[in-house]
């Protein structure tokens, strides 16, 4: 295990749905990350936080919406998703914000119908 | 058995043998590179890391190659096993601080 947490492991919705991913670390990490993983595509960042402040947001569409109540704990609401929005989302962390080793999380399976 | 960069995205080799996955990466500033393993229903697990100051970097079976003249990372798997079959993918570490990660070699080792 890599000290990062996600829940739920699987998840379906609707498009009109709203619904939360989790992750959790427990590695004392300062940065925590969001990344989409679709088939046969590179990981692709979405959200960064650094000291529960996002400093990084690549251009992701408003119905992705993430939240860093505290150092420990991320999560990403999402609300009317597309069916192209399914995917692996994985998050991570790293000790800071830069060229450090990232550990993830196994990921959330989301599949929009 | 050897690929290239994200233009072969299977490896299949024989159990015991070395395996060498190549990547070719984009930035000749970067100065950061990890090679990421990636099984089934999993995340990506940190293999090793090198930063551009060093060619060559070793762990347990495994040694990262870093060329930076034509911008090429490798990572050879010594005395392949069953458990190493997964995706493995580098990244490298970009402007802003953000990785820019490849789309990853799929290796199957055959008993």
């Known amino acids: 295990e890599t000290g990062v947490t996600q829940t739920p492991r699987h998840l379906v919705m609707g498009m009109t749905n709203k619904k939360s991913l989790k992750c959790e670390q427990h590695?004392?990490?300062?940065?925590m990350y969001w990344y989409k993983q679709s088939a046969k595509k590179p990981l692709e960042l979405m959200f960064v936080?650094?000291?529960?402040?996002?400093?990084e947001n690549n251009s992701v569409p408003s119905r992705f919406s993430p939240e860093c109540p505290n150092s420990s704990h991320l999560f990403l609401h999402l609300h009317t998703l597309q069916p192209e929005d399914s995917a692996l989302y994985l998050c991570?962390?790293?000790?800071?914000?830069?060229?450090?080793?990232?550990?993830f999380g196994p990921g959330t399976r989301l599949t929009v119908l | 058995g050897e690929s290239v960069g994200l233009h072969l995205p299977t490896l299949s080799v024989q159990e015991g043998d070395n395996s060498i996955i190549n990547c070719a990466y984009s930035?000749?500033?970067?100065?950061?590179f990890i090679w990421y393993k990636q099984e089934s229903g999993k995340g990506p697990q940190f293999i090793i890391d090198?930063?551009?100051?060093?060619d060559k970097r070793q762990g347990q079976r495994v040694t990262v190659l870093l060329n930076k003249t034509v911008k090429h990372l490798s990572l050879q798997i010594a005395a392949t096993q069953p458990g190493d079959s997964a995706v493995y993918f580098c990244?490298?570490?970009?402007?802003?601080?953000?990785?820019?990660f490849g789309t990853g070699t799929s290796l199957t080792v055959i008993p």
């Open positions: 090198i930063r551009s100051n060093m």
């Open positions: 590695l004392g990490h300062n940065a």
């Open positions: 936080y650094s000291l529960e402040e996002r400093v």
């Open positions: 930035n000749s500033a970067s100065d950061y």
């Open positions: 991570a962390s790293s000790q800071e914000f830069g060229p450090y080793e990232q550990f």
């Open positions: 990244a490298e570490n970009i402007f802003r601080n953000q990785f820019y």
